[in-house]
């Protein structure tokens, strides 16, 4: 989407390898989000910063870790992957009130 | 445990008629309620977000309500077409503590709209 961008679009890795994905913004906008999709679980928010270098746990953090040095770009990184990671990663942003989202257009992790 | 719910899964009707997707919320104390819409493979797009404060907000042939005090969200398709057969999802930003504009998901309602 115009304004928040993902890559990879698709990763294919094995297990024990550490991940990266980036998501970046134009938008400048303070709060960013890492969910993931899941048959059966729907979206699920694993991290989200609140500023740069201000993060927290969500949902279903175990695995990940995050880094925000940088108001445009929010690192989301597998430190062992696992093939429970097998997902769809989804950024979001949004600015402070009315917390109107919008998404990136993810990305597809297959761990094998 | 805050969560939202969808009913119904999974509609499937005939081109050009009006329906109804419905989301419950287990805590009247939110933010805000969006609709997004997700296509196969896709992200999501926002379709509309109704704050706190407000009853309902429309766009087109969509319109949603939202009942906080019953805990409640309708989402109303006018007219509908194939081009609108997608996922459907609600989601809700909880009230309360260092929510952060944290969004709650259903799990969404599949909408097949033949012609």
């Known amino acids: 989407d115009a304004g928040i961008t993902q890559s990879p679009r698709h990763k294919v890795t094995e297990t024990g390898t550490p991940v990266t994905l980036r998501c970046h913004q134009t938008?400048?906008?303070?709060?960013m989000y890492w969910y993931r999709q899941d048959p059966g679980h729907g979206l699920r928010l694993i991290h989200y910063?609140?500023?740069?270098?201000?993060?927290d746990k969500g949902e279903v953090s175990d695995g990940y870790s995050v880094s925000r040095s940088k108001t445009e770009d929010f690192l989301l990184t597998l430190e062992s992957a696992t093939s429970s990671q097998t997902s769809v990663y989804f950024c979001?942003?949004?600015?402070?009130?009315?917390?109107?989202?919008?998404f990136g257009s993810g990305t597809r992790l297959t761990v094998v | 445990k805050q969560e939202v719910t969808q009913i119904p899964a999974a509609l499937s009707v005939p081109e050009g008629e009006n329906l109804v997707l419905n989301c419950s919320f287990t805590?009247?104390?939110?933010?805000?309620l969006q609709w997004f819409r997700q296509d196969p493979g896709k992200g999501l797009t926002s379709l509309l977000l109704?704050?706190?404060?407000?009853r309902e907000q429309t766009s087109g042939r969509l319109n949603a309500s939202l009942d906080k005090s019953s805990g409640r969200s309708t989402l109303y398709i006018a007219a509908s077409q194939p081009g609108d057969s997608a996922t459907y999802l609600c989601?809700?930003?909880?009230?309360?503590?260092?929510?952060?504009?944290?969004?709650?998901f259903g799990q969404g309602t599949i909408l097949t709209v033949h012609p």
């Open positions: 979001a942003i949004s600015g402070t009130g009315p917390w109107g989202y919008t």
């Open positions: 938008e400048n906008h303070r709060y």
């Open positions: 910063s609140y500023g740069v270098k201000d993060t």
């Open positions: 805590d009247s104390a939110i933010y805000n």
């Open positions: 109704i704050q706190s404060s407000q």
């Open positions: 989601a809700v930003s909880f009230a309360g503590g260092t929510s952060y504009g944290k969004l709650t």
